[in-house]
């Protein structure tokens, strides 16, 4: 069998995306995007996905020797890193607005840290380094990704959108739980773009030998379920002890990767452009099918396809009617959820506040400052705590959601499907992309002012020393207050966190709905080309094969 041209793959992509313009097939541009990119690459994208707080930027900063990627309790990750070995050592900074920049790499944190670049406000396209100590990962480039399901919407957005390049994907999954619904859902998703698909099981440090290997054979029996290809799992640890779990992701991962980046890279390659085409040639078969029959028999045929305009409103409408549903109990949730820590958390509080106020010796101005940032440090990290023990049960009602519509569609688009079988002979080609739900900011926590008058201008001629008590006291009816309020603040972020993220489900669910019904509406319609040109184009791709 003779060898593929190197630009073979270039020609295969350019053919589909003429198909793609002639017809108006929408719905192949993510991959049509994803295998014009990896063409154009020349290095083996490594990429790190997983959810917020997996360990995947850890797991980087151990592999390469460096404390480079910010890493916390709260998501840090804020947009896409690129790691590869170069000759100098340097950061780049490309925006989505302006031109790149270069940046020491001390400065990295200002720019792929959420807690100096909230929301990504600097509008950051990616952050590129350059390592020259990475020659043994010559040909690789690492890419950490902002943790999914994370408490920030622009972070899931930024991962999901850099799946379709992804070369060697290695999902980071924690042991508590060890594998959940959205990551067997993520790999799904890998699975249309590379073949190359291995899970980290991270902080197995917290786990003894039995059950490290426990729940390593759970994730494997639970993989399994799903694909006939065996997905390799390694666990991991970047604690001391662990070093063999490294020697493992080296010698049976990346050195493979390493050695064979250019036979990986035309695998991979090989595997986006077969998915590509099959889709573009299940479309086309459709239309083929369509065209065989004439303008009147056509449309008979589009009505039983699609069904009657009400089936498809009434659809419409049921999505509708599930998001606001979902957005209708989400407060009471909440409100359920955190009332029972006001008074646990004022108790903490309290007795924290008696061992602090013995400290604070200066005088009253210097105290009620003192007991501000003290009590603004220790809310923060109290919400903070809740943020992260109840995040699953606070984005429950998003995802429970973004379950039942993206059913919805899927079952929606099963009976198109099979109304295009039984109509045509064919069904539509396959089509599984999830939704991802928005995700919320870090609470703003707000301590307000401490006394009702301005008795910080009396602190020249107020010694500490005689109205400590009286100062203690007051303090101590300030906590519960302070306590309330930000319970309730942090209940109204979630709240209104969760009803955008409900919105956004339902306006992208609406949008998938409706476009699924304009594609199949286009492709058998008389507008579209004609049965020798159709039949031209599926032999074209047949070729392509």
Not at 39 to 62: T, Y
Not at 256 to 275: F, P, Q, V, Y
Not at 304 to 313: R, S
Request: with cysteine.
């Amino acid at each position: 069998m003779s060898e593929a041209r190197p630009d073979e793959p270039l020609e295969t992509i350019h053919k589909i995306a003429e198909l793609r313009e002639r017809y108006q097939m929408a719905a192949l541009d993510p991959l049509l995007r994803a295998c014009e990119t990896f063409a154009n690459d020349e290095l083996l994208n490594v990429a790190i996905f997983g959810r917020f707080k997996a360990g995947k930027s850890s797991f980087l900063n151990h592999l390469i020797g460096l404390p480079l990627l910010p890493v916390g309790v709260i998501p840090v990750t804020t947009v896409i890193t690129e790691i590869e070995c170069g000759p100098h050592e340097k950061a780049e900074v490309a925006f989505k607005n302006r031109s790149a920049e270069q940046i020491p790499l001390a400065r990295i944190g200002e720019f792929i840290s959420e807690g100096e670049n909230p929301e990504n406000a600097l509008q950051v396209d990616r952050v590129r380094v350059t390592l020259p100590s990475l020659k043994q990962y010559r040909g690789i480039r690492f890419v950490d990704t902002p943790g999914l399901e994370s408490v920030l919407e622009h972070n899931t957005g930024a991962s999901l959108d850099w799946l379709p390049k992804a070369g060697l994907a290695l999902v980071a999954v924690g042991v508590d739980p060890p594998l959940s619904q959205h990551d067997i859902d993520l790999i799904r998703g890998l699975s249309s773009f590379t073949p190359n698909i291995s899970v980290l099981l991270t902080k197995v440090d917290v786990l003894s030998g039995a059950e490290r290997r426990q729940v390593q054979g759970f994730v494997e029996k639970q993989l399994a379920r799903y694909w006939d290809r065996s997905i390799p799992v390694f666990p991991y640890s970047i604690r001391p002890g662990f070093e063999h779990l490294r020697a493992d992701v080296e010698s049976k991962l990346l050195t493979g990767a390493r050695e064979d980046t250019g036979e990986r890279r035309a695998a991979i390659l090989r595997h986006k452009l077969d998915s590509l085409i099959a889709e573009c040639h299940g479309y086309l078969t459709l239309a083929l099918k369509a065209s065989e029959t004439d303008d009147s028999q056509r449309k008979l045929l589009l009505a039983k396809i699609t069904g009657e305009k009400t089936q498809i409103e009434d659809t419409r409408q049921a999505l509708r009617l599930s998001a606001r549903h979902a957005a209708a109990t989400s407060r009471p949730a909440l409100e359920g959820l955190l009332r029972p820590y006001e008074a646990i958390v004022q108790r903490r509080l309290l007795v924290a506040l008696k061992r602090e106020f013995s400290s604070w010796t200066s005088s009253l101005a210097a105290t009620m400052q003192r007991f501000e940032d003290w009590l603004s440090a220790a809310l923060h990290a109290e919400m903070d705590a809740l943020t992260a023990k109840h995040r699953d049960d606070f984005l429950q009602p998003a995802m429970r959601t973004s379950r039942l519509l993206w059913q919805s569609l899927q079952d929606f688009r099963n009976r198109l499907s099979e109304r295009a079988l039984e109509a045509l002979g064919v069904p539509l080609p396959v089509d599984e992309m999830e939704l991802s739900v928005q995700q919320p900011q870090s609470p703003d926590i707000r301590v307000g002012k401490i006394f009702d008058r301005s008795w910080e201008l009396l602190s020249p001629i107020l010694p500490m020393i005689l109205i400590r008590p009286l100062v203690c006291a007051h303090f101590e009816r300030k906590v519960p207050d302070v306590v309330e309020m930000n319970l309730s603040r942090l209940t109204s972020q979630w709240d209104e966190v969760v009803k955008t993220a409900l919105g956004a489900l339902e306006r992208e669910a609406i949008h998938r709905l409706d476009s699924l019904v304009a594609t199949i509406e286009k492709l058998t319609s008389a507008e579209a080309p004609r049965l020798s040109q159709i039949r031209e184009d599926l032999a074209a791709l047949d070729e392509l094969r």
